[in-house]
Every structure is written in C-alpha cells, then in structure tokens.
C-alpha cells in the first residue's frame, strides 16, 4: 500500500452529535497540490493573497475542509448525510507516490488511522 502523508488524526469534540469533525496532522506541511487533491469534485475556495494563504474546499453533502497552506494541521467536518466510506476517499487522496512519500517511520497506511464517524 502506499505511504501516506498524514500523520495522526484526532476527533474534535464538537456540540453538533450529527457531525464528525477530525484534525489531520500531516508529515509534511500542507502544499497546494494536496490541497488540489482533496478538491478534486469538489468546491475550493483559495484565498492565496491573505498574510496565511486560506483555503476551503467543500465537497457537496460529503464534507467541509479548510486550513492554511504552510500549516502541518487542517480541519475536516464530515456531514450528516455522507456516503458511508467519505472518510476513506478523502485520506486516500492524501497518498503519496513512493518517490515523494516521507520514509515509513514517519508515516502511516491509510487503515492505521482510519476514524469511525
């Protein structure tokens, strides 16, 4: 399987029970290709001029991402209506070619930090 860029993920306690909303931490800091990436399909707002490049992508009842090129971390809130393997297809997107992927060390498959909902 190929190596990914994402390091860790973790649930963000949020008061809407209807809504999954993860953080991702990745390896490497986030880049506009990944960003790229995650908007395929998708909705991208790029804010490129803002002192921290902004950028938030939504993919239509799927889910809502946004963070800051340059930044190691980025937020994602899955919807209520999703499809049921939403989470999966996003951090597959993340994987890395072999030659560009960080060593194995650093990273993780794709099914060791997959969430639940």
Not at 9 to 38: G, Q, W, Y
Not at 53 to 76: L, M, W
Request: glycine letters at 2%; hydrophobic letters at 35%; charged letters at 25%.
């Amino acid at each position: 399987m190929s190596a990914s860029c994402i390091k860790s993920i973790s649930t963000v306690e949020d008061c809407l029970d209807s809504t999954a909303v993860r953080e991702v931490e990745l390896v490497i800091p986030l880049n506009k290709e990944l960003m790229r990436r995650m908007a395929k399909q998708a909705k991208l707002k790029y804010y490129p001029h803002f002192p921290r490049p902004y950028f938030r992508i939504e993919k239509s009842q799927q889910f809502v991402a946004q963070g800051v090129i340059g930044n190691r971390t980025f937020r994602v809130t899955f919807l209520p209506h999703r499809d049921k393997d939403a989470m999966e297809q996003l951090w597959k997107c993340l994987e890395q070619s072999p030659k560009a992927a960080p060593s194995p060390g650093e990273c993780l498959r794709p099914s060791d930090h997959a969430s639940k909902p």
